[in-house]
C-alpha cells in the first residue's frame, strides 16, 4: 500500500506525519509541489507484457500528460532482483540528486521509494503499483528499491537524452531507513 512518512531532515526517527490514505498523501505532496496520483489503465496489465504493449495501455494518460506538461518522450523501466548490475543501480539511486527536469514516474508494477528532501524535512514516499509521481525540476532526493528490486515504471522525460543525475555529495541517505522491499 502507498504510504507518505514525513520527518526533519536531521532526525529519520521524529515522525511528523504517516500516512497511507491517498487523498492525504496527495495534499501533502502538492502542498511542496509534487504531484502524486492514482492512475488505472484503460486495457489491464498482466504478467509477461512487453514494454510495447504497457505503453500502449497507458497511451491515453500519457498523451494526456505530454500535452499538459509537455514531456517529449516515454520509456518503461524494469528491475527485478536477476538484474546482474542490481547492486550498483540501488546505489547509484540511493546518492542524494537532482534532475535538471520534472521526475515523472509511473509504477505499473511493484515498488519502490522515494525520499524528497525539500527545505528542512524528508518526505519518504513509498510509491506501488498504479501511483503516479512528479518530483518538480531541482529537487534534491533519492531512491531505494531495496535489495531485491521489483518494479516496473513509465518514465516521462522533457529532455531527450533520458535519465541526467546531478550527484550533491551529501550522504543523507546513510541517515534515513533503507527500503527492505516487500
Ligand atoms: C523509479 S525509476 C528509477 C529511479 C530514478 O530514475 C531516479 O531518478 C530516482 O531518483
Ligand atoms: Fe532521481
Ligand atoms: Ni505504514
Known amino acids: ?3 507518505l512518512t514525513v520527518t526533519p531532515d536531521t532526525n529519520s526517527q521524529t515522525i511528523l506525519q504517516h500516512t497511507t490514505d491517498g487523498a492525504e498523501i496527495a495534499k501533502t ?3 511542496v509541489g509534487v504531484r502524486f496520483e492514482r492512475w488505472e489503465a484503460s486495457t489491464p496489465i498482466t504478467d509477461g507484457m512487453s514494454h510495447e504493449d504497457i505503453l500502449v495501455a497507458y497511451d491515453p494518460e500519457i498523451q494526456k500528460l505530454k500535452d499538459s506538461e509537455g514531456y517529449k518522450t516515454v520509456d518503461v523501466i524494469s528491475l527485478t532482483s536477476d538484474h546482474p548490475q542490481k547492486d550498483e543501480l540501488r546505489q547509484k539511486f540511493l546518492s542524494e540528486h537532482t534532475h535538471s527536469e520534472d521526475e ?3 509504477f505499473v ?3 519502490g521509494v522515494f525520499y524528497l528532501h ?3 524535512k524528508v518526505y519518504q514516499v513509498l510509491c506501488c503499483k498504479d501511483d503516479l509521481i512528479s518530483v518538480p525540476d531541482m529537487t534534491t532526493h533519492w531512491f531505494d528499491m531495496g535489495p531485491t528490486p521489483n518494479f516496473t515504471a513509465i518514465r516521462l522525460f522533457n529532455d531527450p537524452a ?3 543525475a ?3 555529495g551529501d550522504a543523507i541517505a546513510d541517515q534515513f531507513p533503507k527500503f527492505e522491499g516487500k
Do not use: Y
Request: no cysteine.
Open 162 to 164: 533520458g535519465w541526467v
Open 29 to 31: 505532496l502538492a502542498s
Open 118 to 120: 525539500i527545505e528542512d
Open 166 to 168: 546531478n550527484f550533491t
Open 109 to 111: 508494477a511493484g515498488e
Open 1 to 3: 500500500m502507498s504510504a
Open 104 to 106: 515523472v514516474r509511473f
